[in-house]
T-cell receptor, first 114, second 114 residues
Framework: AQSVTQLGSHVSVSEGALVLLRCNYSSSVPPYLFWYVQYPNQGLQLLLKYTTGATLVKGINGFEAEFKKSETSFHLTKPSAHMSDAAEYFCAVSEASGTYKYIFGTGTRLKVLA | SQTIHQWPATLVQPVGSPLSLECTVEGTSNPNLYWYRQAAGRGLQLLFYSVGIGQISSEVPQNLSASRPQDRQFILSSKKLLLSDSGFYLC?????????????FGDGTRLSIL
């Protein structure tokens, strides 16, 4: 069965430091991949998505992610963390075979230290 | 542009009382619709999804039910709430064609059971 693993339920970085949030998936076929951000007491907001084409995907708020098929990974990065980046981040996978469902990771809470 | 509305934003209910949460989508037709629950400190649990009017798929057997009386309306209900029903309920939609489409989320309903 399809699964998504987000390593590190909590990640802390200093303001201005690199943000790296990890996401690995298990799939026998290349899936569609998404990153979402959730601020407290709000819904999930789409940061970026990979469907086909360029494997380095740029999203909103300066985030980007790279699809690496050989590593079955889709890690989220941002060169310089800002205090406003503190939130919970979810990786999600949709198989390319026409499913209606998405598999979400358990989330990573990012803390940005001043 | 498309928008999704969920209400109420917060709800406090006694154990054993009924529940009705409503979600509507504007600006699109025949969307796929989803209900998720997010328990404190945990990831997203898919409860129901719908690919058309009157078509409901249940992911988790429980005392909740869902209905889709109109194309862009999705309702989550319960006849008798349990303490374990507390959580943050999220409605989401996506375009009907293609699993490469991202899901878009509402702002959620915080449900507390006393």
């Amino acid at each position: 069965a399809q699964s998504v693993t987000q390593l590190g339920s909590h990640v802390s970085v200093s303001e201005g430091a690199l943000v790296l949030l990890r996401c690995n998936y298990s799939s026998s076929v290349p899936p569609y991949l998404f990153w979402y951000v959730q601020y407290p007491n709000q819904g999930l907001q789409l940061l970026l998505k990979y469907t086909t084409g360029a494997t380095l995907v740029k999203g909103i708020n300066g985030f980007e992610a790279e699809f690496k098929k050989s590593e079955t990974s889709f890690h989220l990065t941002k060169p310089s963390a800002h205090m406003s980046d503190a939130a919970e981040y979810f990786c999600a996978v949709s198989e390319a075979s026409g499913t209606y469902k998405y598999i979400f990771g358990t989330g990573t809470r990012l803390k940005v230290l001043a | 542009s498309q928008t999704i509305h969920q209400w109420p934003a917060t709800l406090v209910q006694p154990v054993g009382s009924p529940l009705s949460l409503e979600c509507t989508v504007e600006g699109t037709s025949n969307p796929n619709l989803y209900w998720y629950r997010q328990a404190a400190g945990r990831g997203l649990q898919l409860l129901f999804y719908s690919v058309g009017i009157g078509q409901i798929s249940s992911e988790v057997p429980q005392n909740l039910s869902a209905s889709r009386p109109q194309d862009r309306q999705f309702i989550l209900s319960s006849k008798k709430l349990l303490l374990s029903d507390s959580g943050f309920y999220l409605c989401a939609w996506r375009r009907g064609q293609g699993s490469n489409q991202p899901q878009h989320f509402g702002d959620g309903t915080r449900l507390s059971i006393l």
